[in-house]
């Protein structure tokens, strides 16, 4: 039951032009990152770790949570329009397959989405003519990056669940990376759920260990996850079906 349920998740998405989102939005940063970086290359001289932090200073805290916003939004859209949840809602599938199919499918895409990044980020780095090793760190980077975006998927989906509107949840989603940027500064970034992102991503010290302990790192997206899971299927169970 499951996997149909999960199935057509994937129909919404291999039809809809989400995918548009997922090809070209990532190439914006990607561009902007490479332009400053060759713009500052003389301050910048830690080649393929410089053009790291350039790659997601925009990736972490711009573009990658409105990314991950439309994705959530446009999971939900279908099921807000024409009263399509009463179908859904009256379906024999259990309440939690629901919304567990929604976040597979947003993690799945955004497991594509840092498969693209990782290769912009290596095809923007020949192109400005580095020749150095590329950063065996990289993969790490990518994977830990990875569990922090799944966190800002759940809090979305949550959100989406709750805002029966397209375009609300993704504006939350940019200020919510905006706002992880202050948060980190402040050292409260593994306490915000957009922030944790760029704290895998090692956004700000590619070159170094992490700000903080990986199992803390860890231990908080766990929280946020269980948190986003518990919340939204107490809202399928008492509040969404009133």
């Not at 809809?16 to 910048?44: C, D, E, H, K, R």
């Not at 980190?184 to 700000?204: C, D, E, Q, T, V």
Request: glycine share 8%; hydrophobic share 50%; net charge positive.
């Amino acid at each position: 039951m499951f996997y149909r349920i999960l199935k057509a998740e994937w129909m919404k998405l291999r039809h809809s032009p989400v995918w548009l989102a997922f090809i070209f939005l990532p190439i914006l940063p990607a561009f902007m990152g490479t332009f400053n970086y060759v713009q500052n290359i003389g301050i910048l001289q830690k080649e393929w770790y410089s053009l790291w932090t350039q790659h997601t200073l925009f990736t972490c805290f711009f573009f990658l949570p409105a990314i991950i916003g439309v994705y959530c939004s446009y999971l939900y859209r279908l099921e807000h329009m024409n009263y399509n949840w009463n179908a859904v809602m009256t379906s024999p599938v259990p309440i939690s397959s629901l919304f567990f199919a929604k976040l597979l499918s947003a993690s799945a895409m955004v497991v594509l989405t840092q498969i693209w990044i990782g290769i912009l980020f290596v095809l923007c780095g020949k192109i400005t003519g580095l020749s150095s090793p590329i950063p065996p760190q990289l993969p790490e980077w990518l994977l830990t990056g990875t569990a922090g975006a799944i966190v800002i998927c759940a809090v979305q989906l949550c959100l989406s669940l709750v805002i029966r509107s397209f375009a609300v949840p993704v504006g939350i989603a940019l200020i919510g990376g905006i706002t992880g940027i202050g948060m980190i500064s402040k050292g409260y970034g593994h306490l915000f759920p957009y922030s944790l992102f760029s704290l895998g991503m090692r956004a700000n010290q590619p070159d170094g260990s992490m700000s903080y302990n990986l199992g803390q790192f860890l231990i908080s997206c766990a929280i946020y996850l269980l948190l986003c899971i518990l919340f939204a299927v107490y809202w399928l169970r008492h509040r969404d079906v009133k």
